[in-house]
Structures are given as structure tokens and as C-alpha cells.
T-cell receptor
Framework: GQNIDQPTEMTATEGAIVQINCTYQ??????LFWYQQHAGEAPTFLSY????GLEEKGRFSSFLSRSKGYSYLLLKELQMKDSASYLC?????????????FGTGTRLTVIP | DGGITQSPKYLFRKEGQNVTLSCEQN?????MYWYRQDPGQGLRLIYY???????QKGDIAEGYSVSREKKESFPLTVTSAQKNPTAFYLC????????????FGPGTRLTVT
């Protein structure tokens, strides 16, 4: 089974940095993924981590610690358009190669 | 343009009726998925298919059925047996060996009264 936790809501200021945390408990861990979802729209893939460490992609970075069951998504130089829900998802290698289990999402509001 | 489409965007049905949601992709992806999203809950996997003519139940398959007769299409039927069918339904697809990078359709919001 899986247990994925992330904060329900966060607020940050335009131009600032925000860190969205995700903790998980799962068997057969095979990767952690972040998706962005604007209200009423489909999720879009942001990043994934399979090994420990930081993956950077422009203004977004994602970190993973497998021993701690912990990941975070770091958003720098926040823009108003970054207001969205950010979904943390875990893949389990044992239950199917591509099945992702999603957390409830963190709704980020960027204010001027 | 390549992409994944779902239609319609909004669907209304009376309780007791079966309804089929369409999902089509022209990305040449082998794998396709159906999720359900409810307020305050994460996406939950209903069914998935890794290849044509094969599909597997996800976490919440009860009350739903699917078919995968063509690579491009993965329709979902919400049957009258589904106790709480009102939800936002998302279809996704991926390359079989890149399942972490799933491409989502725009979703269908189903309301059953």
C-alpha cells in the first residue's frame, strides 16, 4: 500500500521561493514524481526522482531522500502563473510498471 | 498536433444509467490510464492498459468497465453499480517504458443526479 502526505494549501509571494514537501510510505519504491495542475485542467508532468539528490529544471527543482521517504519541490522566482496544485506521486515497482499513486495535492497561491 | 482528447468536457446523467467516457490519443503510446479526481483527494487509478486487448484493475475499479480494442482508444463506462459516480475523470497515456511521464487529457466532469 501507499501513504502519501503533502500540505493541503500554501501561500507565497511573487518573486519568492517556496518549498512543497511530500512524505511517503510505500513498498517497492520505484520513483517519485511531481505534476502541476491548474484549476479545472489536466495535470502536467514536472519532474521525477529515482535516485537520492536534487534534480534541477529551470525555476523548478525536486529533491529525494529514499531513506527518509521524503521529497520536496522547490519553486524559485515565483510567478503569478505558478498558482496551481502540485501533485506528488509515487511509483511502485511491484504492482505494475507504470502505476502512479498520487497524493492529495498542495494548492499553491501566489500573491503579489 | 499530437495529443490526448476526452469528450465531452461536461456530462450529465440520471442515476441508474450507464455512461461511456471517451479517450483518444494519437501519441502512439502503448499505455493508457483512467483516474478519478474528487475534491480534497488525489487522483485514484480506476483501470489501466499496457497494451491493446489487455487491461488491469486499479484501486477503485468497482462499478467501472473498460475496453482496449485499439491502441488509440480506451473508453471508460461508468455503470449504474458505481455508488458515487459524480467526479472529474482524467485519462492519461504514456510510453510503456516511460510510465512516469503520463500525458493527461483535459478531463470529463461527470454529474449524476
Amino acid at each position: 500500500g501507499q501513504n502519501i502526505d503533502q500540505p493541503t494549501e500554501m501561500t507565497a509571494t511573487e518573486g519568492a521561493i517556496v518549498q512543497i514537501n511530500c512524505t511517503y510510505q510505500t513498498s517497492g519504491f520505484n520513483g517519485l514524481f511531481w505534476y502541476q495542475q491548474h484549476a479545472g485542467e489536466a495535470p502536467t508532468f514536472l519532474s521525477y526522482n529515482v535516485l537520492d539528490g536534487l534534480e534541477e529544471k529551470g525555476r523548478f527543482s525536486s529533491f529525494l531522500s529514499r531513506s527518509k521517504g521524503y521529497s520536496y519541490l522547490l519553486l524559485k522566482e515565483l510567478q503569478m502563473k505558478d498558482s496551481a496544485s502540485y501533485l506528488c506521486a509515487v511509483r511502485e515497482g511491484e504492482t505494475g510498471a507504470n502505476n502512479l499513486f498520487f497524493g492529495t495535492g498542495t494548492r499553491l497561491t501566489v500573491i503579489p | 498536433d499530437g495529443g490526448i482528447t476526452q469528450s465531452p468536457k461536461y456530462l450529465f446523467r440520471k442515476e441508474g444509467q450507464n455512461v461511456t467516457l471517451s479517450c483518444e490519443q494519437n501519441l502512439n503510446h502503448d499505455a493508457m490510464y483512467w483516474y478519478r479526481q474528487d475534491p480534497g483527494q488525489g487522483l485514484r487509478l480506476i483501470y489501466y492498459s499496457q497494451i491493446v486487448n489487455d487491461f488491469q484493475k486499479g484501486d477503485i475499479a468497482e462499478g467501472y468497465s473498460v475496453s482496449r480494442e485499439k491502441k488509440e482508444s480506451f473508453p471508460l463506462t461508468v455503470t449504474s453499480a458505481q455508488k458515487n459516480p459524480t467526479a472529474f475523470y482524467l485519462c492519461a497515456s504514456s510510453l510503456r517504458d516511460r510510465g512516469y511521464e503520463q500525458y493527461f487529457g483535459p478531463g470529463t466532469r461527470l454529474t449524476v443526479t
